[in-house]
């Protein structure tokens, strides 16, 4: 089985900074692109920032310059560093994780439960 669990989620201040993390962990044989998504209450979810096997990134227009997804390959880890952080970044945050598992030749999609991070002041 393979699970994605995110983290570091929380209350911040309007300027402050997070750093989330996303760690999959089971049967992994290759993590292959991961992408950030949020949804806030009423909104369409929407993708914030996504990093491939190889590091190739891309980012929503409104993230560019404020947020950094990165990854740590052998610890099969995607970060997403969010700084100047606004109100409106107040959203669940989630993370969809395309994987090959071991004994497979097929890429499967997974999510993980979501963290929740609040800009306020």
């Known amino acids: 089985q393979v699970q994605l669990v995110e983290s570091g989620g929380g209350l911040v201040q309007p300027g402050g900074s997070l750093r989330l993390s996303c760690a999959a962990s089971?049967?992994?044989?290759?993590?292959?692109?991961v992408g950030w998504y949020r949804q806030a209450p009423g909104k369409q979810r929407e993708l914030v920032a996504s990093v491939t096997f190889v590091g190739s990134t891309n980012y929503a227009d409104s993230m560019k310059g404020r947020f950094t997804i990165s990854r740590d390959n052998a610890k099969n880890t995607v970060y997403l560093q969010m700084n100047r952080l606004k109100p409106e970044d107040t959203a669940v945050y989630s993370c969809n994780a395309k994987i090959i598992r071991y004994g497979s030749i097929n890429e499967n999609t997974y999510w993980g439960q979501g963290t929740q991070v609040t800009v306020s002041s």
């Open positions: 089971g049967s992994i044989f290759r993590l292959n692109a």
